[in-house]
Every structure is written in C-alpha cells, then in structure tokens.
C-alpha cells in the first residue's frame, strides 16, 4: 500500500491549497479515508475524513474552509482548503482506516503547508 500526498506549499494568508493522496494498493473507496496534520512542537490532529459510503466529517477549527473528497476512477483523495490562516502551517497526512479492521491504518510521507501572513 502507498499513499503519496502532493499539492502542499507557501501560500499568503487568505489563500487556497488543494492536496492530492494517490493511493495504490488499496481503493480509497473501501477505506475511511483521512487528513490529518502536524504542527511544530503538537500532536497530530483530524483534520477531515470520509467514509466508504461518502459521510465526511470535519474539525471544528477548519469548518466551513474545507472540502474533502475522492476520486473513485482515479483512486485519489483530495482536501480543498480555503481561506488559509497561519495557523494552518503544518505537514498534512494522508491516511486510510479499513472499515472491517479498525486498527489496521496507513499513512503517506505527508506534504507541507506553510501558510505566511
């Protein structure tokens, strides 16, 4: 399995990152599929997920500035984040959960985000 994360970079605050996780091995659309993210000095953290029967669910602190959401004929995850704030740097995750096995999760490598204000 391989889950790669593209997309990130600088962006001024206000601005807009889409992320992109291609997957292999498995198929984003058996999977809750899931970004999360890691600042400095914190612990990783949800940022969003969507399960195989399409349920997405958000964190409070980016409510309303994103959007998650795969492509099934390309086997990819994507987040639309806008209206991005400092507080938004961080390396963001790709993950995938198996529904059957709840315990069983990978990870990508992970893209960062620097958000400059």
Request: proline share 1%; hydrophobic share 35%; charged share 15%.
């Given at each position: 399995?391989?889950?790669?994360?593209s997309?990130?970079?600088?962006?001024?605050?206000g601005?807009s990152?889409r992320l992109?996780?291609?997957?292999?091995?498995?198929?984003?659309?058996?999977?809750?599929?899931?970004?999360?993210?890691?600042?400095?000095g914190?612990?990783?953290?949800?940022?969003a997920?969507?399960?195989?029967?399409?349920?997405t669910?958000y964190?409070d602190?980016?409510?309303?500035?994103l959007?998650?959401?795969?492509?099934?004929?390309k086997?990819?995850?994507?987040?639309?984040?806008n209206?991005?704030?400092?507080?938004?740097?961080a390396?963001?995750?790709c993950?995938?959960r198996d529904e059957?096995?709840?315990?069983?999760?990978?990870?990508?490598?992970?893209t960062?985000?620097?958000v400059?204000?």
């Amino acid at each position: 399995v391989q889950l790669v994360e593209s997309g990130g970079g600088l962006v001024q605050g206000g601005g807009s990152l889409r992320l992109s996780c291609a997957a292999s091995g498995l198929t984003v659309s058996s999977y809750t599929m899931g970004w999360y993210r890691q600042a400095p000095g914190k612990e990783r953290e949800l940022v969003a997920v969507i399960s195989s029967g399409g349920t997405t669910h958000y964190a409070d602190s980016m409510k309303g500035r994103l959007t998650i959401s795969r492509d099934n004929a390309k086997n990819t995850l994507y987040l639309q984040m806008n209206s991005l704030k400092s507080e938004d740097t961080a390396m963001y995750y790709c993950a995938a959960r198996d529904e059957v096995i709840a315990t069983l999760w990978y990870w990508g490598q992970g893209t960062q985000v620097t958000v400059s204000s």
